[in-house]
């Protein structure tokens, strides 16, 4: 597993348990130095948690490659090492626990090195960081995943299909989003190898694989003297290659984003022909197709009447609406540095969409990706508003997958914390109403 940059990792942050009761609660360290160590030169570790803990070097636990070492074991410790690929588990002890929601975790990390002059050591490292414990709220009725589209410019860059389910788990979530061209090796041919592995990462870290992003490029031939657009058969065959591929993985949706023909997205003529004959198939594998409802598209407009349509036409169990909750978005995205006010998509400073007008679409609403922006750090979204949304969808009857989409700043590993934040925000929302 990949390790963030920050000497404090996201991942990993918990309480802990011991015969069903919270003894206290741990957290993940990187090796700070360019190399591994022995454990032996570590001098210990100093834990401030706000107001709530503060505690000396000698008090917390070490666990190194699986196994838990008090301070004292460790300086008597032969052949114990700190790698400089894994991170050190420490364990504060702590009854009860810390409550749910972000915490300023300070430490003070000591080291000895040998080549330094002894006047000049430990060598200490001192790191403040605002980090979100893993929630422990029910978040009822709803379920909670992640979609690896958070990663984005993460993944394959500085994080692997392995880091990215740990991160997934570690928020307490049990389902897992993917786009088929964003994470699949090889696409859309995966060596068996692949697949392999796929299910062994679900099985590790106990996910199930929920909705596939799919696409039906309806200008794949755009340019040139033949330019022309796709037809329904093609569209067709481009979606029940994913349909094919999505229940391989063992995936129970496919989102296609179809090819718009204007700034409202409406999607080209051809989306109808092509689902409505990938429908036997769709049938067969018992996967659901739901394209989205996506800003700037409100739900009250002629894109999800239609959509509607085909649902009421055909009698399908195995078309519905994906929900993408930018939609309620009510304030602006920050213009971004450089950045001009009225040089970008209007839709950008929110559509405002009421979310009492769920109502007039649940019965037809499969999957909702929960799209976010930016979670400050006192927990407060600053573009989506959670608690009517959740509100009305708990209304509504909806009690399937929340899945997390971040598309806020790509700073590598800022999706991260940020994915933590949103699962702790929206279960504390989702469990007092």
């Avoid at 979530?173 to 060596?191: F, K, M, W």
Wanted: aromatic share 10%; charged share 25%.
């Amino acid at each position: 597993m990949l390790l963030e940059r920050e000497l404090l990792q996201s991942t990993g942050f918990r309480n802990v348990r011991e015969g069903g009761e919270i003894t206290g609660f741990q957290f993940r360290l990187r090796m700070p130095s360019y190399r591994g160590m022995a454990a032996s030169l570590i001098d210990g570790v100093a834990v401030r948690v706000g107001s709530l803990v503060d505690v000396a070097a000698g008090v917390p636990l070490w666990t190194l490659q699986g196994k838990t070492y008090t301070l004292q074991e460790l300086w008597d410790s032969e052949g114990v090492r700190w790698p400089l690929e894994d991170a050190a588990i420490v364990t504060v002890p702590f009854p009860g626990g810390l409550p749910d929601g972000i915490h300023e975790l300070s430490i003070e990390l000591r080291l000895r090195m040998s080549y330094i002059p002894i006047e000049h050591q430990p060598s200490t490292y001192r790191v403040t960081r605002h980090i979100t414990l893993t929630s422990e709220a029910d978040g009822g009725p709803f379920k909670y995943g992640m979609s690896l589209y958070s990663f984005m410019h993460d993944f394959g860059t500085v994080m692997d299909l392995e880091t990215a389910f740990a991160h997934v788990a570690d928020t307490g979530a049990t389902g897992i989003e993917i786009l088929g061209e964003g994470h699949i090796a090889n696409y859309p041919s995966p060596s068996t190898a692949w697949i392999d592995r796929w299910f062994e990462l679900l099985e590790t870290y106990r996910l199930e694989p929920t909705n596939y992003g799919s696409w039906i490029d309806t200008r794949l031939h755009s340019s040139g003297p033949n330019a022309r657009d796709l037809t329904a058969v093609e569209g067709a065959a481009m979606l029940q290659r994913d349909l094919r591929l999505a229940k391989t993985l063992g995936f129970r949706f496919v989102r296609p984003k179809i090819g718009v023909v204007s700034s409202d997205l409406v999607p080209h003529p051809a989306w109808t022909e092509s689902v409505e004959r990938s429908l036997d198939l769709a049938a067969e594998l018992d996967v659901v197709i739901c394209p989205e409802i996506h800003s700037p598209t409100p739900i009250k407009h002629e894109v999800v009447d239609d959509y509607i349509g085909l649902i009421q036409r055909t009698g399908t169990k195995h078309f519905g609406l994906l929900l993408d909750t930018g939609i309620f978005q009510d304030r602006p995205i920050p213009l971004k540095p450089g950045e001009l006010p009225g040089r970008r998509p209007a839709f950008l400073d929110g559509i405002g969409v009421d979310p009492a007008d769920i109502a007039g679409i649940a019965e037809y609403v499969v999957f909702i990706q929960a799209k976010f922006h930016d979670v400050d750090d006192t927990l407060e979204d600053q573009q989506i508003p959670w608690e009517p949304v959740l509100r009305a969808l708990k209304d509504a009857g909806y009690t399937g997958y929340l899945s997390s989409e971040y598309e806020g700043d790509r700073d590598p590993w800022r999706a991260i914390e940020q994915v933590r934040r949103q699962h702790s925000l929206i279960r504390r929302i989702a469990s007092a109403l």
